[in-house]
Nanobody
Framework: QVQLVESGGGLVQAGGSLRLSCATS????????MGWFRQAPGKEREFVAA????????WYAESVKGRFTISRGNAKNTVYLRMNSLKPEDTAVYYC??????????????WGQGTQVTVSA
């Protein structure tokens, strides 16, 4: 059974930082893109960041560029999202996804359960 498990969400003041982690099990995604998406209340789920299997390719949504950093663990089956300079508009449930579709950066088959990030003004 494939599982993606996120952790690291929480409540933080504007300007603060959080680091999200996503651990996978049940299959390897080391040769596939992995990524983060988020969904704010009343809004559709949106792309945040993605990283290629070898880590050479990295993509960000314009809204987080320069503030968020995506990376992979040494075993390539873990992905992280370092979020700095957080803003209230970053408040959302953050989801890990794999395998992210390489050509479109659309989400693939597997989702984590989500982790809540709340940024207070």
């Amino acid at each position: 059974q494939v599982q993606l498990v996120e952790s690291g969400g929480g409540l933080v003041q504007a300007g603060g930082s959080l680091r999200l982690s996503c651990a996978t099990s049940g299959r390897t995604f080391s040769n596939y893109h992995m990524g983060w998406f988020r969904q704010a209340p009343g809004k559709e789920r949106e792309f945040v960041a993605a990283i290629s299997g070898n880590g050479d390719g990295i993509w960000y949504a314009e809204s987080v560029k320069g503030r968020f950093t995506i990376s992979r663990g040494n075993a390539k089956n873990t992905v992280y999202l370092r979020m700095n300079s957080l803003k209230p508009e970053d408040t959302a449930v953050y989801y890990c996804n794999a395998p992210v579709i390489a050509t479109t950066l659309s989400p693939g088959r597997y989702w984590g359960q989500g982790t809540q990030v709340t940024v207070s003004a």
